[in-house]
C-alpha cells in the first residue's frame, strides 16, 4: 500500500543511489501526477480533493528532492538516519573555509572588476566544477558507508550552491544594468 | 432510477450527460466566456451576437447595466461607471489610489478592499467583478440550456493569494462553481497546444489591459509544465493610453491636475481610440476639446516605449528563472489585446528571434483554453490526455525576528506544495507566538505583501528555544494558500485559511450574499436548500461514479453494501429535508467515504507507476 511516509525513490520506483536515471524520473513523475493530481477530481467530494492535493504536493515534494543533485545528497543521508541540519554550526575544514573566502571576496570585488560579465563567467566555471567534484567525492564516501565524510561533503556543497545562487543574482543585476543602458 | 443500476456487479453505468462546464476570462477591459461543443471550444456571443463584454459596470438610477451599456453611460456618468475592477481585485487602498489618474472614482477605506463610491450605495470590487461574472454565467446558462455545473476562471499568473482569492470570492458571489483558477497565459498555451499538438518550450506573452504576464512552460506528451512566470499586474494597455491621454493634454495646454472625471475619460477614450488606428495606420488625426492635432506611429512607439521595456525585462529574468536561454525557445505565444501594437510584436520578435504566433484571435485564446480545461475538469474528456502542473509566482514566507522575510515556498514551485517549516521561541517563558504570513521576494517584510497573521496560543512555558513550533504552507491548485501551526511537543494546534488582510472575511461575503438576494426579492432559505440539494447532488454523483468504477474491486461486499445505503439515504434525504439536515447528511457521507478515497488514490499510484489495468490488481 503507497502511503505518504513512503521513501521518495520507492514512490518513483527507482534504486536508492546517487545517480539518477533522469528521464525515468520525469516520466514516472509525470505518470503519478496524472494519476493524483487535483485536476482529475474537480467533480469529486471535497474530501476526496483535498486528499488530492496532499498526495500530489507529496508527488512534488519527492520529484523537487530527487531531480537536484544536493537535495538528493541530503536526502540519501537522511534515509541512512543522519538529519544534515543546515542551522546548526558545524566545524568546517580550514582549508575549505580558506578557499571560500578568498572566493567570497571574488565575488565581491567582481563589480569593480574591467569585465565582470567574463570574470563573472570564470567563477560559475569554476563553483560548477567544484559542486561536480564534490558529487563524486559525496558518492564515493556514500558506497563506503562513510557518512561522516559524506555529511562534511554535503555541506561544503550548500556552501557552493549558495555561492551559485549569489552569482546567479549577480549575473541578473548585470544584464538588468545592459538593459537600463540600452 | 439511474443511480440504482450500477449496484449491479459487472454492469457499465450509463453514459452520464455532458456537464455544462465553460471557462471564463474575466478581463480588465474586456470579458468573455466559452465552452466545449462537439469537441470544439468556442466562445458565446450575446443576443447582439458581441463575443465581448466589456469588464463595465454601470451603477444608474434604474438600475445596474453591465457591458456595452454601461461603457455607453461612463461618459455622461463617470463616477457611477466602473471600469477596470480587476485592478482593485485584492488591493489596498494606498494600491489603488497609486494607479493615480486611471480610475476616477470616489474611493472609501472598507474592511481591507477599499469600496467605491456610488448613487447605489458603496461597492467593493469584488461586487464589480461578481456582476460581470454573472452576465457571463447567464449568456451560457441561455446558450446551454440549463445551470452551469462548474467554471474555470482564469487570473494573471503573476495574481497574488489576495488577488486570487478576491477572484474566487466573486464567483462565489455570482453563484458560480469554481472548478479552478487556471492562470491566463498557461490557458493560452492550452488553446495552442492542443491546437498544434505542439511539443518543445513555449514563452507566452500576455499584454491585457491592466495586467502583463510571462510564462514559459515545456509541453511533453500533453503535460504542460510551466517552468517559470514572472509579470507585473500593474501593466497592461491601459497604461499604454494614460501616457497617450497625458500626451494629449500637454499638447492641448491642459493641466491635467485641472481637469474633472469627464474630460479625463474623454482624453483615455481618444487616446485608445488613437492607439487602436495605429496598429494599421502610419498616423491618426487627434484632438481634445479645440485643440487638434497628428500623432505619428513613430511619436507613439517613443511613447510606450518604456513600458515595452519594462516587459522584455521581466521577459529576460523569467526566462532566466526557467533555467534556460533565450534560444531554447521554441516557440512565442502572443496574448490579450495590446499584442496587437505593432511595437510590441516588434520588440518581441527582434528579442525573441521568433516570429510570435497570433493565429488564434489574441481577445479570445484564454477563454477557449479556458473552456477546454474546464471540459477535461468537469469530465467531459478523459484527463489522459492532458495535465497542467503550474507554479506558485510569488514566494510566500513569515516575517522572522528583525523585520526579515523567511521563504518557505519559492516562486517557481511547482503546486500544489506543502512545506513545513519549525521556529522556536526568543524568550524565556514565551506562551503565545504571531504567525505573519507575507508574499513576495523582498528581504524585509515591510517591502512584502502582507497576508495574513494568527496568534498560537498555549505554548507551555520553557526556556528560549525550548519550543518547536512547526508552521505548515499547503498551497492547493488555485495558488491558494492555507497555514496551519502546532507546537511539537505538545500538540496545540492553530490553523487558518489565510483570509488575505485585503480580502473580505465569511461574515462580509455572507453579508453580500444576502444583500443580493434582498435586491432580488429572493428567499433566502429557499436559497440556501437549492444550494444544498445542488452539492448534494454533486456528491451523490461523484460517488456513484466512483462506486461504479472502483467499487467491485476497491471495497468488501460489506464495505460497498454500507455506501450503496448511504448513497440512498443521501439521495431520501435531499429530496425530503431542509438545508441543515442536508449539509449535515453530505458531512457523514463524507466520513463514510474517506477509507475509499484513500484507496483509490493509492489504486491510481500503482497503475500509474505498473501501467496495468484495474482488473490485474489484487483485490483488497
Known amino acids: ?182 | 432510477m439511474a443511480l440504482l443500476q450500477i449496484s449491479e456487479p459487472g454492469q457499465t453505468p450509463e453514459p452520464h450527460q455532458a456537464k455544462r462546464a465553460v471557462g471564463i476570462d474575466l478581463g480588465t477591459t474586456n470579458s468573455l466566456v466559452a465552452t466545449v461543443r462537439s469537441g470544439v471550444a468556442q466562445t458565446l456571443a450575446d443576443l447582439d451576437g458581441e463575443h465581448i463584454l466589456p469588464s463595465v459596470v454601470h451603477y444608474g438610477e434604474h438600475g445596474v447595466q453591465v457591458g456595452f451599456p454601461a461603457r455607453a453611460a461612463a461618459l455622461d456618468d463617470p463616477h457611477n461607471t466602473i471600469f477596470s475592477a480587476k485592478r482593485m481585485m485584492g488591493r489596498g487602498l494606498d494600491d489603488v489610489t497609486a494607479l493615480g489618474g486611471l480610475l476616477p472614482y470616489q474611493l472609501v477605506a472598507g474592511a481591507g478592499m477599499p469600496q467605491i463610491e456610488t448613487r447605489r450605495g458603496l461597492v467593493s470590487p469584488v461586487e464589480v467583478s461578481a456582476a460581470i461574472l454573472r452576465k457571463l454565467a447567464d449568456r451560457a446558462q441561455e446558450t446551454l440550456g440549463g445551470d452551469l455545473d462548474g467554471a474555470v476562471i482564469t487570473v494573471p499568473a503573476y495574481f497574488d493569494d489576495a488577488q486570487r482569492q478576491a477572484t474566487k470570492d466573486a464567483a462565489r458571489l455570482a453563484g458560480l462553481k469554481v472548478y479552478r483558477l487556471l492562470n491566463e497565459p498557461t490557458a493560452a498555451a492550452v488553446a495552442y497546444g492542443l491546437d498544434q499538438g505542439g511539443e518543445g518550450v513555449v514563452a507566452v506573452y500576455d499584454l491585457g489591459g491592466g495586467t502583463f504576464d510571462i510564462s514559459i512552460l515545456r509541453l511533453e506528451k500533453g503535460v504542460f509544465e510551466v517552468l517559470a512566470t514572472g509579470g507585473d499586474t500593474t501593466l497592461g494597455g491601459d497604461d499604454m493610453d494614460h501616457l497617450v491621454a497625458c500626451w494629449l493634454l500637454q499638447q492641448a495646454g491642459v493641466d491635467e491636475s485641472t481637469i474633472d472625471a469627464q474630460q479625463q475619460r474623454m482624453a483615455m477614450i481618444e487616446a485608445c481610440r488613437a492607439k487602436e488606428a495605429l496598429t494599421d495606420a502610419a498616423q491618426v488625426d487627434v484632438h481634445f476639446g479645440q485643440w487638434h492635432g497628428t500623432l505619428s506611429r513613430a511619436q507613439f512607439n517613443e511613447l510606450v516605449d518604456s513600458l515595452i521595456d519594462r516587459t522584455i525585462r521581466a521577459f529576460k529574468r523569467t526566462i532566466r528563472d526557467a533555467g534556460l536561454k533565450v534560444g531554447d525557445i521554441d516557440e512565442v505565444v502572443m496574448v490579450g489585446g495590446s499584442t496587437r501594437v505593432p511595437r510590441v510584436r516588434e520588440r518581441v520578435e527582434s528579442f525573441s528571434a521568433r516570429a510570435p504566433l497570433t493565429s488564434i484571435d489574441p481577445d479570445k485564446v484564454v477563454a477557449v483554453g479556458a473552456a477546454l480545461q474546464a471540459n477535461v475538469l468537469a469530465g467531459n474528456k478523459s484527463a489522459e490526455d492532458m495535465l497542467l502542473l503550474d507554479v506558485i509566482p510569488l514566494s510566500l514566507g513569515l516575517e522572522t525576528m528583525g523585520g526579515l522575510m523567511e521563504k518557505v515556498i519559492h516562486r517557481n514551485t511547482t503546486i500544489p506544495v506543502s512545506r513545513a517549516q519549525e521556529f522556536t521561541t526568543y524568550k524565556d517563558g514565551q506562551t503565545a507566538m504571531v504567525i505573519h504570513v507575507y508574499q513576495g521576494e523582498r528581504e524585509l517584510i515591510k517591502d512584502n505583501r502582507s497576508l495574513a497573521h494568527f496568534e498560537l496560543r498555549g505554548i507551555p512555558p520553557m526556556p528560549a528555544g525550548g519550543a518547536k513550533v512547526r508552521v505548515t504552507f499547503q498551497v492547493d491548485a488555485d495558488g491558494l494558500l492555507s497555514v496551519g501551526a502546532e507546537e511539537l511537543s505538545t500538540g496545540v494546534k492553530s490553523s487558518i485559511q489565510v483570509k488575505p488582510s485585503y480580502g473580505l472575511g465569511d461574515a462580509e461575503i455572507t453579508q453580500m450574499l444576502q444583500d443580493s438576494f434582498a435586491h432580488a426579492g429572493d428567499d433566502r432559505n429557499a436559497r440556501a436548500l437549492r444550494e444544498q440539494q445542488v452539492e448534494a447532488d454533486r456528491v451523490a454523483e461523484a460517488l456513484a461514479a466512483a462506486l461504479a468504477k472502483d467499487g467491485q474491486s476497491l471495497l468488501s461486499e460489506q464495505e460497498y453494501a454500507l455506501l450503496l445505503a448511504d448513497l440512498e439515504k443521501l439521495k431520501q434525504c435531499r429530496a425530503t429535508a431542509d438545508a441543515r439536515t442536508i449539509a449535515a447528511e453530505i458531512d457523514r457521507i463524507g466520513k463514510a467515504t474517506e477509507e475509499f478515497a484513500a484507496r483509490r488514490m493509492n489504486q491510481g499510484i500503482r497503475q500509474a507507476l505498473s501501467g496495468q489495468k484495474v482488473d490485474d490488481l489484487e483485490k483488497f
Open chain 1, 1 to 182: 500500500m503507497v502511503d505518504l511516509t513512503q521513501n521518495y525513490f520507492e514512490l518513483f520506483a527507482l534504486p536508492v543511489s546517487c545517480q539518477i536515471d533522469q528521464q525515468q524520473l520525469a516520466s514516472q513523475y509525470r505518470a503519478l501526477q496524472r494519476a493524483v493530481h487535483p485536476d482529475r477530481f474537480a467533480v469529486d467530494s471535497e474530501r476526496q480533493q483535498r486528499l488530492s492535493v496532499q498526495y500530489a504536493s507529496f508527488v512534488n515534494e519527492a520529484f523537487n528532492t530527487l531531480k537536484q543533485p544536493l537535495s538528493r545528497a541530503i536526502y540519501l543521508l537522511r534515509l541512512a538516519g543522519r538529519d544534515v541540519d543546515m542551522e546548526r554550526n558545524t566545524v568546517m575544514d580550514a582549508q575549505f573555509l580558506m578557499t571560500q573566502m578568498e572566493l567570497r571576496e571574488e565575488v565581491s570585488e567582481l563589480k569593480t572588476q574591467a569585465n565582470p560579465e567574463a570574470e563573472l563567467e570564470r567563477l560559475m566555471a569554476q563553483v560548477d566544477g567544484d559542486i561536480t567534484a564534490c558529487l563524486t567525492s559525496f558518492e564515493q564516501h556514500w558506497h563506503a558507508q562513510e557518512l561522516e565524510q559524506a555529511e562534511t561533503i554535503v555541506r561544503q556543497m550548500q556552501f557552493m550552491v549558495k555561492l551559485t545562487a549569489e552569482l546567479a543574482q549577480l549575473e541578473s543585476e548585470l544584464l538588468d544594468g545592459e538593459q537600463e543602458r540600452d
